[in-house]
């Protein structure tokens, strides 16, 4: 086996695996968002069309019709997936640079309808003009192969142009791009004028997915500081959001009045008062879940306060399972956010339901009110910033993966459930 040949099998083998080292990455990382699917093709493109000339440098020289037929296949496939691997990565700068640019929206659907023309201008391949096999089965270019190579030279290099010279991404961004359009450009000249090393196209194309992949953890890492950053900002926003003068000074009060009504009932609202304050200021210190148990007794030492103040209020707890974990403040400002806007409200008597269940999946925590309810898909506007929900939802996914979903019936009443998924939360 010649050297050159040898050394094409080897530098496509290298290839391939850092290609299947970047996709198992991917699929480990569980991103699904538009960019990372296109991502995700380009990769896909990237794999077999490697694996193409990888067969196609094995079969080099060898006898037979069989072997004929498999250096066709290989061949055919390649050109494919080169003009695949072109469209995709247009798609993907549209995706990086902005959809709604006008003149990139048309460059990129003149780019696909001659992906049709370029791929029909294949019957070539049959015709001897792009290339042919000469004995023993080896390549032999045509006299028309700048032909077969100028729809990917074209678009690369227009690619190479936007990632250039267009504007609103970052230095990263550019340099990743320009990269991935460029290395195989320049491979691709290399190629026209000393044939023979095609696996350094390929070889550039993986140099340039691996750059744009490593942009891509870097922005997703920078994003998951970024989201942290702000839940912990909303624990410090859903803690100060507590210390409120009012409730502090109306507690106060029915503690002072009970003081010489009834001292025992006094001596219980100062414990739930004590508790209640503590669990505000040990949210401060704590950046993971903690216990529900914990949670729930926070939670009662709110309500024990008050249903001292409004004694037409009726509390239930259901409780199926407590052995999980859930973000500090996530239970108590719900249960808060029913009372005050739900029960109070109200005229007459209230029921507040507070209920934990588990599936295989998930764990369940559910604060149901029968209050006045209200349109969930019209937004309050009472003056009030509704930190309690926010910081709440944006605590519960950051923190443990989950989500919130409030549903609510005008007349009858809300019901907020967090859903805590098994896999990010146990004791």
């Keep these: 086996m010649p050297v050159l040949q040898q050394l094409n099998i080897a530098l496509n083998a290298v290839t391939l695996l850092v290609l299947l080292f970047i996709l198992i990455t991917?699929?480990?990382?569980?991103?699904?968002?538009?960019?990372?699917?296109?991502?995700?093709?380009?990769?896909?493109?990237?794999?077999?069309?490697?694996?193409?000339?990888?067969?196609?440098?094995?079969?080099?020289?060898?006898?037979?019709?069989?072997?004929?037929?498999?250096?066709?296949?290989?061949?055919?496939?390649?050109?494919i997936f080169s003009y695949w691997s072109a469209i995709i990565y247009t798609h993907y700068l549209q995706e990086v640079v902005g959809r709604d640019l006008r003149k990139l929206a048309i460059y990129v659907k003149i780019v696909d309808i001659s992906f049709?023309?370029?791929?029909?201008?294949?019957?070539?391949?049959?015709?001897?003009?792009?290339?042919?096999?000469?004995?023993?089965?080896?390549?032999?270019?045509?006299?028309?192969?700048?032909?077969?190579?100028?729809?990917?030279?074209?678009?690369?290099?227009?690619?190479?142009?936007?990632?250039?010279?267009?504007?609103?991404?970052?230095?990263?961004?550019?340099v990743s791009l320009f990269s991935y359009s460029s290395l195989p450009l320049l491979a691709?000249?290399?190629?026209?004028?000393?044939?023979?090393?095609?696996?350094?196209?390929?070889?550039?194309?993986?140099?340039?997915?691996?750059?744009?992949?490593?942009?891509?953890?870097?922005?997703?890492?920078?994003?998951?500081?970024?989201?942290?950053?702000?839940?912990?900002?909303?624990?410090?926003?859903?803690?100060?959001?507590?210390?409120?003068?009012?409730f502090m000074f109306n507690s106060l009060n029915v503690i002072a009045a009970l003081c010489s009504k009834d001292p025992l009932q006094a001596r219980d609202a100062v414990e739930d008062f004590a508790g209640y304050l503590r669990?505000?200021?040990?949210?401060?210190?704590?950046?993971?879940?903690?216990?529900?148990?914990?949670?729930?007794?926070?939670?009662?030492?709110?309500?024990?306060?008050?249903l001292r103040r409004f004694p037409d209020l009726h509390v239930i707890y259901d409780i199926q399972t407590e052995d999980f974990l859930i973000p500090t403040l996530a239970l108590q400002p719900m249960v808060e956010n029913a009372v005050k806007h739900g029960l109070r409200a109200k005229e007459g008597e209230g029921t507040l339901k507070i209920r934990t269940?588990?599936?295989e999946h998930n764990v369940y925590v559910s604060i149901e009110d029968d209050g006045v309810g209200f349109d969930v898909n019209q937004k309050k506007n009472d003056g009030r910033s509704h930190i309690g929900v926010d910081g709440v939802r944006l605590r519960v996914e950051s923190l443990s993966k989950g989500h919130l979903d409030i549903t609510s019936t005008i007349g009858k009443g809300t019901t907020s459930l967090i859903t805590l998924p098994k896999s990010q939360n146990s004791c």
């Design 188 to 246: 691709m000249i290399v190629q026209i004028f000393f044939f023979g090393f095609s696996a350094i196209t390929y070889a550039a194309t993986m140099l340039g997915l691996l750059l744009i992949f490593m942009n891509i953890h870097i922005q997703r890492n920078k994003y998951l500081i970024e989201k942290e950053s702000e839940a912990q900002q909303a624990e410090l926003s859903l803690v100060l959001s507590k210390i409120q003068p009012h």
């Design 279 to 306: 669990g505000n200021l040990d949210s401060l210190a704590e950046n993971i879940p903690v216990p529900f148990s914990r949670e729930l007794q926070h939670t009662k030492h709110y309500l024990g306060l008050e």
């Design 116 to 174: 049709i023309v370029a791929v029909a201008a294949l019957a070539f391949s049959f015709t001897g003009d792009y290339y042919f096999y000469f004995e023993n089965n080896c390549y032999v270019r045509g006299p028309y192969t700048f032909v077969s190579q100028i729809y990917t030279a074209v678009i690369v290099l227009c690619d190479t142009g936007i990632a250039l010279f267009v504007s609103g991404i970052t230095t990263r961004e550019r």
């Design 357 to 359: 269940y588990e599936d």
């Design 26 to 79: 991917w699929f480990y990382e569980r991103r699904w968002d538009r960019r990372s699917i296109l991502f995700l093709l380009m990769l896909l493109a990237a794999m077999p069309l490697t694996l193409s000339d990888l067969i196609c440098w094995v079969f080099d020289g060898a006898a037979g019709s069989t072997a004929s037929v498999i250096r066709w296949i290989a061949n055919t496939a390649m050109y």
